[in-house]
């Protein structure tokens, strides 16, 4: 994207008039240091380039944070400051909690974690030497805060808004014509089966987008609570759908490569995707009549049946479900994109559509917590080692750069880029303080002189691709300048707390080099492997989770991992990853968790026999141990249909059936057919 951009200039003269009117009403109630106001501005209104439910958002969770920061730095500082290794401790372990805290939230309250743990450090150390002034500088912070936040929330509301919500809408009719497409391909006898699973990738990826889009929608308008649970809902079902029409496609093309493609189900699948591809308002009827359809021409199995007439059955079965979320996926796109006609009925009250579930790496975040709290250990030890009183500086700094990075696999290239642009902004920062300022006389000029500074900076925190540099750019020379205790400093002063920024940005690289770098074949195994221990445990019965639970958590690991996998490329072993065979294994062992509960005796013990195989099977993986023999579990799955075949036909047997050759067509898709009349293992 072109850096000078229309939308990019629009988004950086907001935030130069949102710096310069925080700046103002700061300067006009005499704060201590009213620089505080413009960063603030700039840190609020960055990453989603002023969407107004992002901006807003962030305004709230930049003050919940620097409140708590605030607060645990009234609790330390005066209470240790004639202990200052036990100090920089106890600021090193909550620096490590924010962090921890944080990576674990993913949602938009995660800002207000990393926030309180850099805030502390940053605000709190400098005014170690005077302890005294500790609870008058937490209240001149959280005031100019307040001034940034709303100021940059404002100017971004007021002039050229970009609403969270019509970004969202643009996304949901994108992915919904994805999965139109996939459903349509599914169903396609001609279909390119690893086009579609590149595609299913991406639109993983898109309801990942999604998701954090519709986060920011309750903070822009009074109904934005009925549009993120409308939001959610519909998540539900496009997630719901991308294991179905896995299935669905895997099925159909098995039958057409065994040339037994039944004539009732080219028909039937023939219809529903003329459905899906036509009229999107063809509405509940068109779809009953498509289920009884599907209904109809499932065979009845039973233990004469055929491996061609279990595969059917399974298809229609799973047929049907497809066109039930397909159709409320296109009740609830209605009800979104046309609020004056919303659908009878939703798949749950508005208030009640729950979040979706997400990944998250307990030991990860902690093992990234720890990183973080040893480099502001080791940046204190530094400072006190020499008697450095700019050394507080540099903490602050080392907790700022090791916290806001710590998402990232490998943080070290975006610190190495703070630490080359924070000398960079230190003669900067000298230039306007000792050759600018001192010329200037009102506000006015001040508003001049800066524009080129701040212009530039709102132009790279738009432009993705210098998204990262801009921000390095602004948190070193805005601090640099925000340091200074009057708008004249002297050469001495500036100097010591440019070395101390610069500092501060290469200890926690070099941390970060030393103990938190992890790889990308680590972090794709990592990933794998939670999948891998999480179906273990659905087998056995240690994570009760539902399909469209499930299906959430496997699509946002897939999100997660496609990015990771592009950088592991040259691991070999890992080419094969793939978390949605994955998703379809963990749905298959919730349905035959589900059927075991409803079956009779004999049936049940069969179910268990098989669940406890798998729950070891997997489970071992998950801990990074090869299976014996995992072949083995080929023919306790086909005794499992066996027993099912063998039984009084009722709803938990055949959904049992279902899950069993689900299982069978995922981990052994290459082994021949089933057959009933084979001898057990």
């Known amino acids: 994207m072109d850096l000078f ?13 949102a710096a310069m009117l925080a700046l103002a009403i700061a300067f006009a109630f005499d704060l201590e240091n009213p620089y505080w106001a413009a960063l603030t501005v700039y840190v609020t209104s960055q990453p989603l380039s002023g969407v107004v439910g992002a901006v807003w958002g962030r305004a709230f969770y930049r003050l919940l944070g620097t409140a708590a920061a605030l607060s645990v730095a009234i609790l330390i500082i005066p209470n240790l400051v004639d202990m200052p290794v036990l100090m920089v401790s106890a600021i090193g372990a909550w620096v490590a909690l924010c962090t921890y805290l ?33 609870f008058d500088t937490a209240v001149a912070r959280t005031e100019e805060v307040a001034i940034g936040v709303l100021c940059a929330a404002i100017v971004q509301t007021l002039f050229f808004p970009r609403h969270a ?25 001609g279909a390119d089966p690893s086009h579609s699973v590149a595609a299913r990738r991406k639109l993983a990826v898109s309801l990942s987008e999604i998701h954090a889009l519709s986060d920011n929608l309750r903070f822009e308008n009074a109904t934005a609570g009925d549009s993120a649970a409308l939001v959610r809902a519909l998540e539900q079902d496009l997630v719901a759908l991308v294991p179905l029409l896995s299935a669905v496609g895997d099925q159909l093309s098995v039958l057409r490569g065994a040339g037994s ?26 779809a009953d009549a498509l289920i009884d359809a599907c209904r109809s021409a499932a065979p009845t199995l039973g233990p004469h049946s055929s491996w061609i007439d279990i595969l059917t059955a399974n298809h229609f079965v799973q047929l049907e479900s497809l066109v039930n979320a397909w159709d409320r996926s296109l009740a609830l796109s209605d009800a979104l994109f046309n609020p004056g ?7 749950m009250p508005r208030g009640m559509v729950p979040r979706r579930r997400l990944h998250v ?22 400072a006190m080692t020499i008697g450095w009183a700019q050394g507080a500086v540099a903490v602050g700094i080392t907790a700022a750069a090791s916290m806001v990075f710590a998402v990232a696999d490998d943080p070290t290239p975006a610190q190495r880029l703070l630490a080359l642009l924070t000398l960079v902004a230190v003669p900067v920062a000298a230039a306007y303080q000792l ?11 001040l508003a001049f002189a800066l524009f080129p500074f701040l212009m530039l900076t709102g132009l790279l925190l738009a432009t993705p691709q210098y998204a990262m540099p801009g921000f390095g750019f602004a948190l070193a020379s805005q601090t640099l300048i925000s340091l200074q205790p009057s708008a004249q400093g002297d050469l001495v002063t500036v100097v010591n707390i440019g070395v101390a920024v610069v500092i501060g940005a290469l200890i926690a690289l070099w941390v970060t080099q030393l103990i938190r770098v992890v790889p990308p074949p680590v972090a794709v195994r990592r990933i794998l492997r939670a999948g891998w221990r999480d179906i273990g445990r659905l087998a056995v019965g240690f994570r009760p989770l539902t399909r469209g639970a499930w299906a959430s958590l496997m699509l946002d690991r897939e999100a997660l991992l496609q990015p990771r996998l592009a950088r592991a490329a040259q691991e070999g072993s890992l080419l094969d990853a793939d978390v949605l065979s994955d998703l379809r294994v963990g749905i298959h062992v919730i349905g035959l968790r589900d059927a075991a509960h409803d079956a009779a005796n004999l049936e049940r013990a069969a179910l268990h026999r098989l669940l406890t195989e798998l729950g070891a099977h997997f489970g071992a993986l998950g801990r990074g141990r090869e299976p014996a023999n995992p072949i083995c579990l080929l023919p306790r799955i086909d005794d499992s249909i066996r027993s099912m075949l063998d039984a009084s036909r009722c709803a938990a047997h055949d959904r049992a059936v279902i899950a069993s050759v689900g299982l069978r067509r995922n981990l052994f898709p290459k082994a021949p057919d089933f ?3 084979e001898a057990s293992a």
């Open 102 to 134: 944080s990576l674990l939230d993913r949602s938009p309250r995660s800002y207000a974690f990393m926030l309180s743990g850099y805030t502390t450090a940053l605000v709190g150390l400098p005014v170690v030497t005077d302890p005294s002034r500790i």
């Open 361 to 382: 790496d307990h030991g990860m975040a902690a093992y990234t917590g720890l990183a973080a709290g040893l480099a502001v250990m080791a940046a204190g030890a530094y």
């Open 435 to 445: 050759a600018v300022f001192p010329l200037l006389d009102g506000f006015t000029m």
């Open 5 to 17: 951009a229309a939308r990019n200039v629009v988004y950086a003269l907001n935030c130069y008039v």
């Open 341 to 347: 006609r919303p659908p009878a009925t939703l798949p």
């Open 261 to 286: 493609l039944p004539p009732s189900m080219s028909m039937v699948a023939g219809e529903v995707r003329a459905w899906v591809v036509g009229d999107p308002n063809s509405g509940s009827p068109r």
């Open 675 to 677: 057959r009933y009349a």
């Open 165 to 189: 919500g019509d970004l969202l809408r643009a996304k949901l009719r994108a992915a919904l014509s994805d999965m139109q497409a996939l459903i349509a391909s599914a169903l396609d006898q």
